[in-house]
């Protein structure tokens, strides 16, 4: 058949693939490696002028495509809209001294240490111009247990930096999610903050109202319920200890902390029922009012408040889009749960951040949607309930939307965290009823009945609620292979597996097997993947060489982010200390020591001591990696990489190349606005290699031996 010809014959169902489209002109624009210029948005814009000309009047068998070209430039438009809206300063430099600013939020790092997020800083001797709009600082040393009131003004004495970028070529770019976030600087205090004023009367009223529900539960409730429970409600997870955070990651109940599609949907579905059973309750009203109506309005503002409460964080945000498209639709007389629906919030999202495409929370809050979307339109008029007994059928629905939101989630969750919950399912079986059934549900009731002061049995009903799932949470987690390592995947496979996927959603008849294959046929390039044989850290402290047995780092502490990152993308389940344990090719001293890879002798120097025995160093080695600024003071013919080099290149990928020599694989090559150099034409950027290298463009370098058996004849004049 004609394809022209198929699109046109499917075009009732292909509604489901504008977001597709969209999403494809938003990967162009973070595929890019130079920060677009006014001609590249003007093409996009020309290109959505023809496709929008296209659709409408063009012939009938390129209307599809024109629509494709259509939205696929919204998109990429979208994108520079929203990059030019949240553009703000970075800080450029290391800074140590007083901070001062607005307390908007409150959550905890990476390693478990509370963290607040200031909004409009003052930073001593830095122009306004070049101050951030939002910094991040960690509570450390005599600042832990300090918790400063959301919309005080707070002073403390800290060390800022600017967001850091990926630890590998390809890995996480955190400097991206932040500039989104306007985050313009990172970094720790251990000094106890000083309020300097209070919130304002009037000012952040809701967020005060947050915080003192946050606090209010924590202290109600206590321990680790108390935290889940702030976390549901407010969104605040500084409540929460390490413990119990891993044990929910390791039975994939983790996302029963984040506010998104679950808790929006069993808030507003509460509401929704409460309101039209009270309705119906009373029938001379029920027989003159829309009560399915007025329920949707009232489980509407229900969830605004609710998008309020939570702070409006992403994934909030998202999660009230659907919602409010589900029950926008029950307004206006249309089905609430279709494909078209899903796609319509996809699109809204999309558009207004597009940023969200790279979230792993939008991909498996979509990816569950559309699934049990699909699953539950191809059972409708083929499974009848009567065929289950009613005592049963929560049960059976239980079973089966965790089933199918756990498949559609998996390969999402695997590429991201590196890690499979293999009770998983069981987990969720055993927790999300309980959550949907009395812990949300006496959310709502205590909401209402805080104002009366009442809300001490619903708070009751909550922790019990809380209590069993952290229980379920830390059995699961203990059972024998709770968690399989999963190797990280190339980056094309993820968005091929999802396009398959949605055209065996989509497509109709016999046809739509294929994109099953396609997800099938993903699966072996992932199996196959290969990682980087020796790792560099960016700041040249950390490396890590590929062993028989899995990575081996050569030092069991320090950079503990970066080694973490690493072992996780290798598919490895060893701690840093383990890792670095391993037997393998590092020899001498924690500050100075040797390893031999691929024929060359490497010198991985680092400490105060470390420039003064470079010279030492390069008489013995073919290369030298030092965690400290060296050049230009490099003996003649030395190869050094230094933090000078490592600054600009980021962290290092190096394998062996060919003829003995080595391939470096620079990290920090893109030149885009969240990497500080979006205004640098791509001719007006040098390369980071020194001249003496080969160069194959500003990604990777070549090192070469000395001429053939270079290295060789040197390490036996050495020997």
């Known amino acids: ?96 001294g007083p901070i001062e600013g607005r307390v908007v939020a409150i959550d905890r790092s990476f390693s478990d240490k509370l963290r607040v997020t200031l909004e409009a800083p003052r930073l001593e001797d830095v122009a306004p111009g070049r101050t951030p709009w939002r910094v991040r600082v960690s509570f450390h040393g005599a600042a832990e247990g300090s918790r400063p009131e959301i919309g005080s003004t707070i002073r403390l004495i800290g060390h800022l930096g600017p967001p850091e970028g990926p630890v590998e070529p390809g890995g996480f770019d955190f400097r991206r999610m932040a500039w989104f976030r306007s985050l313009g600087a990172v970094g720790y205090t251990r000094t106890p903050p000083e309020t300097l004023a209070p919130p304002a009367p009037r000012a952040a009223l809701v967020n005060r109202l947050r915080d003192a529900i946050s606090v209010h539960l924590i202290e109600t409730i206590g321990g680790d319920a108390g935290g889940v429970a702030a976390a549901l409600t407010t969104g605040d997870r500084s409540g929460i200890g390490q413990a119990a955070t891993e044990a929910l990651r390791a039975s994939n109940l983790s996302h029963l902390l984040s506010i998104s599609g679950l808790h929006m949907g069993l808030i507003t579905a509460f509401v929704f029922g409460a309101v039209r059973g009270g309705i119906a309750l009373v029938p001379p009203l029920a027989l003159r009012v829309p009560g399915k109506k007025i329920a949707a309005a009232v489980a509407l503002g229900a969830g605004a408040f609710y998008l309020l409460l939570s702070g409006g964080n992403v994934a909030t945000e998202r999660a009230f889009v659907m919602v409010s498209v589900f029950l926008v639709a029950v307004l206006l007389d249309r089905r609430a749960l279709s494909l078209r629906s899903v796609a319509i919030a996809a699109v809204i999202i999309l558009l207004a951040q597009p940023e969200s495409l790279t ?27 009567r065929r289950i007994p009613w005592a049963l059928r929560p049960i059976a629905v239980t079973l089966f939307t965790s089933a199918v939101a756990g498949w559609a989630t998996a390969p999402i969750a695997a590429a991201h965290f590196n890690r499979v919950a293999e009770y998983g399912l069981l987990a969720n079986v055993l927790s999300v009823p309980i959550v949907g059934t009395f812990v949300m549900p006496a959310a709502v009731v205590a909401a209402v009945l805080a104002p009366l002061g009442l809300e001490g049995p619903a708070l009751w009903v909550m922790a019990q609620g809380i209590s069993w799932v ?250």
Request: hydrophobic share 55%; charged share 20%.
């Open 359 to 385: 979230d792993p929370g939008f991909q498996m809050s979509f990816a569950a949607t559309v699934a049990l979307v699909a699953s539950f339109g191809a059972l409708r008029g083929r499974v009848s309930q």
């Open 470 to 719: 952290l229980g379920v949470a830390h059995f699961v987690a203990g059972l024998e292979g709770a968690v399989t390592a999963v190797i990280e995947p190339p980056g094309w496979v993820l968005p091929a597996m999802a396009l398959g996927a949605m055209w065996l959603i989509v497509w109709p008849r016999r046809a739509r097997w294929a994109g099953a294959a396609a997800v099938a046929l993903c699966l072996i390039p992932w199996g196959m993947a290969e990682r980087p044989a020796l790792l560099v850290s960016a700041d040249g402290a950390l490396l890590g060489v590929m062993g028989p047995g899995g990575r081996i780092l050569s030092a069991p502490r320090g950079a503990g982010f970066t080694a973490d990152a690493w072992l996780e993308a290798d598919g490895d389940m060893a701690t840093q200390e383990e890792a670095a344990a391993r037997p393998g090719p590092f020899e001498g001293a924690a500050g100075d020591r040797r390893l031999t890879f691929a024929g060359w002798r490497i010198a991985v120097m680092k400490g105060v001591r470390a420039p003064a025995g470079l010279a030492a160093a390069c008489a013995e080695a073919d290369l030298v990696i030092i965690a400290a600024r060296v050049w230009p003071d490099v003996p003649t013919g030395c190869r050094v990489i230094d933090q000078r080099l490592l600054a600009r290149t980021g962290a290092l990928a190096i394998a062996p190349g060919a003829g003995g020599g080595l391939r470096l694989r620079a990290t920090d090559t893109d030149r885009r606005a969240w990497s500080g150099a979006a205004r640098r034409r791509p001719n007006d950027a040098p390369s980071p290699w020194p001249r003496s290298w080969e160069r194959e463009g500003a990604a990777t370098a070549i090192l070469r031996p000395e001429g053939p058996g270079g290295i060789l004849r040197a390490a036996a004049a050495r020997q």
């Open 1 to 96: 058949m004609n394809p022209l010809r198929a699109l046109a014959e499917a075009r009732g169902r292909l509604f489901a693939f504008v977001p597709v489209m969209i999403a494809a002109g938003i990967g162009l624009w973070f595929a890019l490696g130079d920060e677009p210029a006014l001609i590249h948005y003007a093409a996009a814009g020309a290109v959505a002028l023809a496709g929008a000309l296209g659709a409408l009047r063009g012939p009938e068998g390129l209307r599809i495509p024109a629509a494709a070209a259509l939205c696929a430039a919204l998109g990429f438009l979208a994108c520079g809209v929203r990059a030019e809206r949240v553009a703000a300063p970075v800080l450029g430099f290391r800074y140590y």
